[in-house]
Antibody, heavy 123, light 107 residues
Framework: EAQLLDSGGGLVQPGGSLRLSCAASGVTLRNYAMSWVRQAPGKGLEWVSEINAGGDRTYYADSVKGRFTISRDNSKNTLYLQMNSLRAEDTAVYYC????????????????WGQGTTVTVSS | AIQMTQSPSSLSASVGDRVTITCRASQGIRNDLGWYQQKPGKAPKLLIYAASSLQSGVPSRFSGSGSGTDFTLTINTLQPEDFATYYCLQDYNYPHTFGQGTRLEIK
């Protein structure tokens, strides 16, 4: 069974940095695009970033562009999100997800999710 | 960025009811839309991909339709475990965008 384990969340001061990790088991991440999605307390889901299977194409929400960096280490079967210049509005539960999987121009969505890791930005 | 307008924002229904949730895109997105269910404190779960394809393991009472700008999620014969929040997500282009969510509550 494919599983993703998010980790790395915590309390950080405004302007600080944090690196989230997403380790996979039961699935080889190298074959899939991978994403980060976040949810602020009491709010809806917000797509944050995506990286393609090869790791050479990355995409970001405008709210995090220039501050967050998505990366992957396929040899470790792990996805990362480096978060710099953190702001109070970055406070959220961060989920990694497999996908969006696209095959022959059909989008198969984000089909496997981590359990989430909580990031709190506060002084 | 493409805006996804989801309605209603909340909905009360009873077990056994049929409910419909809609999502409208600010521009055409072909059928590049998924529907996700989220229960409190849990990660989202993929229900429908490519607007109308049922994800493996999801009960057949869930169905999706639409193309272009207008999409619908229908749940037939509501079960107690279906009371949750539902989101649409366009993955037609970047940045991907979610609808604001529909909270489905027990009447």
């Amino acid at each position: 069974e494919a599983q993703l384990l998010d980790s790395g969340g915590g309390l950080v001061q405004p302007g600080g940095s944090l690196r989230l990790s997403c380790a996979a088991s039961g699935v080889t991440l190298r074959n899939y695009a991978m994403s980060w999605v976040r949810q602020a307390p009491g709010k809806g889901l917000e797509w944050v970033s995506e990286i393609n299977a090869g790791g050479d194409r990355t995409y970001y929400a405008d709210s995090v562009k220039g501050r967050f960096t998505i990366s992957r280490d396929n040899s470790k079967n792990t996805l990362y999100l480096q978060m710099n210049s953190l702001r109070a509005e970055d406070t959220a539960v961060y989920y990694c997800a497999r996908g969006v999987v696209v095959v022959a121009a059909t989008s198969y969505g984000m089909d496997v999710w981590g359990q989430g890791t909580t990031v709190t930005v506060s002084s | 960025a493409i805006q996804m307008t989801q309605s209603p924002s909340s909905l009360s229904a009873s077990v056994g009811d049929r409910v419909t949730i809609t999502c409208r895109a600010s521009q055409g997105i072909r059928n590049d839309l998924g529907w996700y269910q989220q229960k409190p404190g849990k990660a989202p779960k993929l229900l429908i991909y490519a607007a109308s394809s049922l994800q493996s393991g999801v009960p057949s009472r869930f169905s999706g339709s639409g193309s272009g700008t207008d999409f619908t999620l229908t749940i037939n014969t509501l079960q107690p475990e279906d009371f949750a929040t539902y989101y649409c997500l366009q993955d037609y282009n970047y940045p991907h965008t979610f609808g604001q969510g529909t909270r489905l509550e027990i009447k």
